[in-house]
């Protein structure tokens, strides 16, 4: 049986803020620049910008990284891959689309943890299906996953650079990092 690896999905499968940065500052008027950006939330933003966002050409447009696609199709073969996304209710539909689009085939569910007080975590659902590793962006997440005994590899990005964190870091999803990581932890 394929062990199961995990992935969320903004900021660590689609580079959504780097994305929103220019398309917000287009239409909004704004001012972010991605390096400055210390919030993976983009302070300021609305959910409803994002809801438009994604659902706009320019959300559906975007491409992920050649590597993180190679990553991904050749991983497929050898694991079970599964995305563990926090995005609300408003986004799930677009979330699955763009998965479908980018990624066809190579994830055999697509889950989101339910509601912002987090009744089941990333982490939860890791346990639940068993997920050797997930990885992600975002340092709650990753605290979460940790105290909870599920392994959780972060995701370099410049809002959690500062978090100091036992999980092994990565910069981008590339395969031979990920073979590195998963080879470690028999
Ligand atoms: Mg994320």
């Known amino acids: 049986m394929k062990k199961t690896i995990s992935f969320d999905l903004d900021d ?4 959504a803020v780097e994305a929103f940065v ?3 500052n287009k239409k909004y008027g704004t001012k972010y620049k991605f390096n400055e950006i210390d919030d993976g939330d983009v302070q300021g933003s609305t959910l409803k910008q994002w809801i438009d966002f994604f659902d706009s050409v320019a959300g559906m447009k975007i491409k992920p990284k050649k590597e993180v696609k190679d990553a991904i199709n050749r991983l497929s073969k050898e694991y079970r891959l599964i ?6 209710p ?3 539909t677009a979330a699955k689309r763009w998965i479908v689009k980018n990624f066809p085939g190579n994830f055999k569910k697509i889950l989101f943890i339910k509601g912002r007080n987090w009744k089941k975590s990333k982490a939860d659902i890791c346990i639940n299906e068993g997920a050797i590793m997930h990885f992600d962006d975002n340092p709650r997440h990753i605290s979460d996953c940790l105290s909870k005994e599920v392994n959780a590899t972060i995701v370099n990005r410049p809002w959690n650079l500062k978090f100091k964190t036992s999980a092994p870091r990565i910069n981008n999803i590339n395969y031979r990092d990920i073979i590195k990581i998963i080879n470690k932890l028999s």
């Open 12 to 15: 660590t499968l689609i580079d």
């Open 22 to 24: 220019p398309w917000s």
């Open 90 to 92: 408003g986004m799930h």
């Open 83 to 88: 995305v563990v996304s926090a995005r609300d």
